[in-house]
């Protein structure tokens, strides 16, 4: 019996997602090595752009550690197009990434298209001006958000999933199906002109 509650408990805590705290214990990008909750976890990601097919399939966290040449890769897939620009991707938003995909019970084959990665301030301050949904200080600009969609997934079904997950930021876009996901403070909003 006491193993059975122990077990209950493991399962909570996981399904949960941990606090913040728990979850690392430094930043990277943020001036200090950080290290990953799993040190013996392989942390595999697909991401692809959808608009011009650009595509990379890397082995991320491996032998207890980031690899520094795989998470360059993600910095140029997930890069500021309008700009040409590769900011640093905080590892901990491909983590989250990585975390949402497994939650949906999904292959670590599955793609996450890409719609927006890093951005720099200009090419932020540009979108701010022309779409209501583009906060001015953005964590795009930062490296610590993302916009993506998974193929034959409701970006509704993933929004929810993420919220459950209390990592950072969440939203729904249902105009064309993708989902914001950061490493902020932990809130969620609606696409304006949606509910």
């Known amino acids: 019996m006491k193993k059975a509650l122990v077990l209950l408990l493991c399962l909570v805590l996981s399904a949960c997602g941990g606090s913040s705290a728990a979850r690392r214990t ?11 909750p799993d040190r013996d976890a392989l942390r595999r990601i697909v991401l692809v752009h959808p608009y011009t097919k650009e595509k990379i399939d890397v082995m991320y966290y491996h032998n207890g550690r980031y690899d520094s040449a795989a998470l360059k890769k993600i910095n140029r897939l997930m890069r ?51 779409n209501g949904n583009v906060a001015k200080e953005s964590l795009h600009m930062h490296g610590w958000a993302v916009d993506f969609r998974v193929d034959g997934v409701s970006g509704k079904a993933i929004c929810e999933i993420a919220k ?13 199906n993708h989902v914001h996901v950061d490493i902020g403070n932990i809130r969620t909003w609606h696409e304006k002109g949606s509910r």
């Not at 430094?26 to 990953?36: D, N, V």
């Not at 901990?92 to 298209?113: A, M, Y």
């Not at 459950?164 to 064309?176: E, F, H, N």
């Open 26 to 36: 430094t930043l990277i990008g943020r001036g200090m090595e950080k290290t990953h």
């Open 80 to 130: 500021d197009r309008r700009a040409n620009y590769a900011g640093r991707i905080d590892p901990e938003l491909v983590d989250f990434l990585v975390d949402i995909r497994k939650r949906l019970g999904l292959p670590s084959t599955v793609p996450f298209q890409i719609l927006s990665g890093y951005r720099t301030s200009r090419t932020n301050k540009k979108l701010s001006f022309t």
């Open 164 to 176: 459950t997950m209390q990592r950072g930021g969440v939203a729904y876009y249902p105009s064309d």
